[in-house]
């Protein structure tokens, strides 16, 4: 599923990737297309910076790794969609900021992501050009 917030287009690992991997999967692929087709849609968006996130298990350098390896991914797939590569950006937060302190399955999977970052040009209604 897709969950907008605010600034942040939020996705669950299960939507792109195969546990405890980087490769972006069929369906993903579709999703990540979709919200490259969107992106195109808004001029006002100046920049996507694509945050990368894991859960508690594993070392935290396999956990940096690995974020940042599904962050790259999902840039490299919206490249190969047509969005410009000059206008997206990566960074992989390992564990270190999870959505849900548990440790249950549920919340393992809810923190396994990748998110979004939008940054919109300034709002100007009213100023003449």
Request: glycine share 6%; net charge negative.
């Amino acid at each position: 599923t897709v969950e907008v917030a605010g600034d942040r287009i939020i996705l669950d690992d299960r939507v792109l990737f195969d546990t405890d991997h980087a490769h972006v999967h069929s369906e993903g692929r579709a999703i990540v297309r979709s919200i490259a087709k969107a992106a195109a849609q808004h001029p006002e968006w100046t920049m996507l910076t694509i945050e990368g996130h894991a859960d508690v298990r594993g070392t935290d350098e396999w956990n940096q790794t690995l974020s940042q390896l599904r962050a790259d991914a999902v840039r490299a797939q919206m490249v190969k969609d047509g969005f410009p590569a000059d206008k997206i950006k990566t960074i992989g937060y390992g564990r270190t900021q999870p959505r849900d302190p548990g440790t249950t399955p549920a919340a393992m999977q809810r923190n396994r992501r990748v998110e979004f970052v939008i940054d919109r040009a300034p709002h100007t209604v009213g100023v003449e050009p």
